[in-house]
C-alpha cells in the first residue's frame, strides 16, 4: 500500500502540515506515517561494565508515542469528514533515536513511502535547503520527493505547480513526474526557466529547444512556460509565485546545481525569509520509474 511519511518534531507547523497530509493522502491513495526522529541519547562507559543509558531515554520515548497519538488522534476527524467515496487513510506513527536520515532511508526500505512531507520550521521554507541539517539529511538518503509546507500556507489543494528549470535534461524526467501527478490533481504546471546569467548565443536557444520538445512531447494540457532571467532572480521567482496564485514550487536538487548555488547567495538568503509557498524537493537520485 503506497504510503506518505510526515516528518514531525511535534510543534504546531507540524501540526499544520499534517493536516495537509491528509489531503495528499487521500488524492493519492495512500494511508499516512507519522514519524518522529530524536537524536542519539549519551551512552557512558565505564570501566568492567557495559553501555549506561540514562533513564530519561525511556521517559522520552513514552512522551513523545504520547504526544505522536495525539496528532493522530487530532487529524482522525479530519480523514472521517472526508466526503462520501473519498480514499480515507489510514494512521500510524512511530519513533526511533538516532540518525534522521539513516532511519529515513531504513523506513523507505521497509514502506511504499510515495513522498515525505515535512512542516517548516518558521516562514524560511527555502532555507531549509541551506541550514537546516535535518532537511539535508533526509535529502542525502531519499530517492522520494520532499514537500516542505510552511506553516502560513493554505495547502487544501493544488491548482498551479511552478517547476525551476536551468533546463537540465534530467528535469524532464522531474516534470515526467509532476505530470503524472497531474492527472490526479488537475493542476496547471508552469515550467519557469530560471536564468541568473541572461545566457544567449545558439548553443543555448539548441539546448531550450531540445528542452521544450522533449516536454511537449508529454503532451500535458496545463502546461505552461515562463522565464526569469538577470538579477535577483530568486526574488524574481518567488514574485511569480505569488502573482500567478501558485500553489507550489518545485525544484530538482543537484549539489551542484545552479540553483543550489543561487540560494548560497547574501541576498538570496534575506529574500527567502519571506517565502510562504510549500516547497517540493525532487532529489536527482529519484527513481522516477517507482
Given amino acids: 500500500m503506497k504510503t506518505i511519511l510526515l516528518l514531525t518534531d511535534l510543534s504546531d507547523s507540524a501540526a499544520h502540515a499534517a493536516r495537509s497530509a491528509v489531503m495528499l493522502c487521500s488524492k493519492l491513495h495512500a ?6 526522529n530524536l537524536f542519539s541519547i549519551p551512552v557512558a562507559t565505564f570501566y ?58 531504513e523506513l523507505l526500505l521497509q514502506n511504499d513511502i510515495e513522498l515525505i512531507v515535512m512542516g517548516a520550521s518558521s516562514e524560511r521554507t527555502l532555507d531549509h535547503i541551506l541550514n537546516g541539517s535535518d532537511t539535508s539529511s ?11 509546507i510552511p506553516p ?61 520538445y522533449a516536454v511537449d512531447r508529454l503532451n500535458y ?4 512556460y515562463n522565464a526569469i532571467k538577470g538579477k535577483d532572480v530568486v526574488k524574481r521567482l518567488l514574485r511569480l509565485c505569488d502573482e500567478s496564485a501558485s500553489g507550489m514550487l518545485t525544484v530538482v ?3 551542484h546545481s545552479f540553483f543550489v548555488r543561487m540560494l548560497h547567495q547574501s541576498t538570496a538568503k534575506k529574500v527567502l ?18
Wanted: proline fraction near 6%; hydrophobic fraction near 35%.
Fill in 221 to 224: 494540457a496545463g502546461l505552461t
Fill in 253 to 255: 536538487y543537484y549539489h
Fill in 138 to 148: 533526509v535529502i542525502d538518503n531519499t530517492n522520494r520527493p520532499i514537500i516542505i
Fill in 31 to 36: 494511508n499516512l506515517i507519522l514519524y518522529n
Fill in 48 to 105: 568492567g561494565a557495559g553501555p549506561w543509558v540514562p533513564d530519561s531515554s525511556s521517559k522520552l520515548e513514552k512522551e513523545r508515542n504520547y504526544k505522536l497519538q495525539k496528532l493522530a488522534d487530532d487529524i482522525e476527524p479530519l480523514v472521517q469528514h472526508l466526503k462520501p467515496g473519498q480514499f480515507k487513510p489510514s494512521v500510524s506513527f512511530g519513533c526511533s533515536i538516532g540518525s534522521l536520515g539513516e532511519n529515513v532511508k
Fill in 152 to 212: 502560513t500556507s493554505n495547502f487544501d489543494k493544488i491548482d498551479k505547480i511552478t517547476f525551476a528549470t536551468d533546463f537540465n535534461d534530467s528535469d524532464v524526467a522531474a516534470i515526467n513526474y509532476l505530470v503524472r501527478l497531474g492527472s490526479t490533481f488537475k493542476f496547471q504546471l508552469d515550467v519557469v526557466h530560471v536564468d541568473p546569467l541572461d545566457k544567449k548565443g545558439y548553443i543555448h536557444d539548441q539546448k531550450e529547444e531540445d528542452f521544450k
Fill in 273 to 290: 525569509s519571506y517565502q510562504k509557498v510549500p516547497l517540493m524537493i525532487i532529489p536527482s537520485t529519484m527513481n522516477f520509474n517507482k
